[in-house]
């Protein structure tokens, strides 16, 4: 006989089904876990680790993201290790690359910015890198500016998964990747692109946005592509 | 022996900035030099970025007058679409630029001058500021900041916020006027337009006071440029550019987009300010002026009733063009009056509350002009793009750039009227700082300049011996 599938996340008890993850179930449970990588209907790569959680009984931290619920689990989100690990990475985020609020055009409208202010950074203890990035404005709608990324990668995700065209890819390893179009190609020049927009939708900051988007202009409809991703798992699960 | 008096910093005034002055062997006012002591770089900086983002870009330039660079960025964005806003935005343009002037303007007179001339240029250094006025001059005090804080609720009303807003963008604005608002500039205009008659008034009575001021805060003859309208009107938006000679008679009348044509810049061994100069001229003969002292010399009238009396008052008072930067001052408080007035005639305009917005566009233009009248003068904003829209040269022209080599010229003559035989008061390195003040120099918005920068240390000893001095070109 299988035991009951039912687990603790920060004292509440949860009931789940084969194969969920633990992140699921903590927003089924009303218990936030904050995130960036993960968007609903894309697949989990758990590369940010915002959403590391503490397992009863594990010296290791688990990406909730990536983490299969088991019978038993017992899970902590809020401890005060994981309020100071979420600050470090949210800090170390902000000193890669060239995050600059006042001057975005996702200013008011941006995860990463959000997560910040929810996590109470006010200055960041690392140094910043300042890295020389461009900005590749060839596309004819669209523009990418590599200050502003955080290689969560919903963009290459989102293109493979639900577009189907995988125009985006990263290349290069550790602090010189980059997110890429086609063979590292000036957008606009992309073969495979069908200038959807739903990489643009989806960029959890500034890094991906409409041309001619002024500061703090860049406005998002994530409700029309989370239709698409409905209709998409309806046809997985129907043929 | 030689001495340099060091006056470090020089104090009510928007940036940082020193002046040196130098003394013979017999003590006597060799030179006097004003050097700006800080960098800002935006020129540089800004070179990779998308267009679009040049106005919130480069309205972080200055915390005290955004709205001129937001307005001359959009407009540099407008030449790069190459598209004529819709006339609600360009009126509502025009109004927010108004509501900067009257904003900036009470800054300069009443927290940064006031205290020099209502308290007195040899007053107790201690209470020889707002605070001190405050206490000998509660209701002149309390107008001032009552009327900064009308402009600022006017830029916070159009631009949502009252510092750095984004609101104007290559191809219009984002948002009208509302009527809520508009009903509540209407009501504050009686009061703040009897305030500033009766600053106006007392300022007049006050002028013949300061004779020997007049006489040498900067007076001396000089071209004066700045923007006219229609009918050679008073501009603070639009326009053709105007050159005016020491006569007052026109030397020249350019569209903006072509000032690099007559405007040349040159840069000083001493100071992160570039100086402008008229290049018909040359350097330095073409030093110029521009500010509220300029605007009022190079214009034909104003176009409202209270401003075109108080422009032939101004004229009458002093002179036409008006010579000495000690002017400035009144020039601004009369801009003020004019600003509450046009702002007054603008409320009626149906199209500040309805109409398009915003045109859109794509890269008509590799090179993009944008030129508007700062409340320090005008400010010219100079792109260049690449096919994509990405920036790949930027020229910032500033007021307080164009002002410099007047300002230079004006601290010697101070220098030369009130340091005399190696002996000075306080009062009369006041007057200094008081000169430079006359031009409400704004150094955090002048210095972008990159690769061209030179520096220049000096070594005082304790008593102000220079011993030892280098130079980086």
Redesign the interface.
Known sequence: MTAERKMRINDVQVKFEEGETVLACARRAGVRIPTLCHFDGLSDIGACRLCLVEVEGSAQLAASCVTRAEPGMVIRCHTTRLAEYRKVILELLLAERNHVC??C?ANGNCELQDLATEHQIDHVRFDYQFPAL?????HGQF?V?HNRCILCTRCVRVCDEIEGAHTWDVAGRGGTSRVITDLAQPW?ESQTCTSCGKCVELCPTGALFP???????LVRDRGRIELAMAHRRHESCHG | MTRTITIDPVTRIEGHAKVTIHLDDRGQVADARFHVAEFRGFEKFCE???F??M???TS?VCGICPVSHLLASAKAGDSILGVAVPPSASKLRRLINLAQIVQSHALSVFHMSAPDLLLGFDSDPLNRNLFGLLASEPELARGGIRLRQFGQAIIEALGGRKI?P?WA??GGV?SHLSRESAQLIQSQLPELRRFVRGVLDRLKAMLDSFAKEVASFGSFPSLFVGLVGPGRAWEHYDGLVRVVDEFGRVAAEFESGRFEEYLGETVQNDSYLKSPYFKPLGFPQGMYRVGPLARLNICDRIGSPLGDVELAEFRDRAGRPAHSSFHFHYARMVEILIALEKTEEMLGDEDLYSGRLQV?AGVNNLSGFGCSEAPRGTLFHHYTVDG???LQKVNLVIATGQNNLAMNRTIQQIAREYVADGAFTEGALNRVEAGIRAYDPCLSCSTHALGQMALRLQLLDAAGRVIDERSRA
């Open positions: 006042s001057v055009v461009g900005v590749d404005l060839s523009g500016d606009g041309r001619g988007t002024s500061v703090g202009g | 990779g970025r998308p679009w983002e106005p919130a870009l972080r750095h984004s963008v290559p984002k859109e994509d829209g990405v």
